[in-house]
């Protein structure tokens, strides 16, 4: 009996340190797993991440950053390890507890980043963000007689303009803020007036026959692209793309001005996998890589050293990198803070009535 419950007792502590190792073994991650833009990352650059690392790339797709936050305070951060965000809603996300600190020690390639995208107002200590790519937004059109040079937001805000369909773009931050800027105000105001009357002049748009909806950037280039619209908001890489197909399509940053925003690189706040998430971002800091991506998918870069691989072809494409002029119409989105509440009631409004 003793014998028999020595190999028993033998057999269960090798059981269970079998399971251990069969637990520790399964939760090895084996994957990255990055939330991003759809039609942000060139799909050549997934294989060879997983060639370089071992590990599984899996892109996961949104259009908008209200899309995105819901969505991961809906399902949880657990799924996500990288979540590429925009600017404007960084503070948002500590706030909720969705990303978290990076080690930077861990992205040695964080020496590629230009200067002027380091201690950037939303995340001024450079303790949550690496840049992904920057850029603008602004109207992609179909009509060779309109200067891009000297195109009003009348040209579809105002009926009487508009030559054709169009559509505008489904991010309610975005959309606001460039009918502030239509109205003449400023991009980034709180007033509850000013973007009341943002509101409305929306609402005027939605009543012109030719207005189709809300789009996002990938939508309205197609439809674009497809000939359904005659023009649509866009951000600037959508817009190349599109020209690239289509050479007679136009793209403008409205005279009344635009905004710059920059996408970055977070760590979600309960990534399972934050070796892979910084490997992620070291691979795209690259300087070979950081230029492979943005001629891919038509955006500035903030790496300096992907600068050196990219031509003047790209460099000096005034729809890819705005011309001093344009700049100077420009402003950063800033977190609107306790103002937020106006503006998802203001863009309640806008898609309801
Ligand atoms: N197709 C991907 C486009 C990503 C552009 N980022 C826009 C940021 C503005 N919120």
Redesign the pocket.
Known sequence: MKKFLLALSILTVATLFGCKEAKNEAAKPTKVTVMI????IDPDMITDFEKQTGYKLQIELYEA?EEMISKLQTVGTAQYDVIIA?D?VIQQMIHLGLIGKIDMEKIPNKTNIADQFKNPSYDPTNEYTVPYLW?T?GILYRDSTIDPMNVSYSMLFDAKNTKGNFSLLE?SR?MLSMALQAKGFNANSTSKDEINQAVEYILQAKKDPHFLGFDG??GGKDKVLSKMDWAAIV?N??AMAAIDEDSTLQFAIPTEGSFM?V?AMTLSSKAPNPDGAYKFMNYILDGKIGAQLAKY?NYATPNTKALEFLDKDFTENRVINPTAEEIKRMVFLQDPGDAARLFDEAWTIVKTR
């Open positions: 833009y759809s039609e942000y950053q925009s404007v850029g937004t991010e975005s950037s990938v951000f890489g959508e925003w996408d998918i």
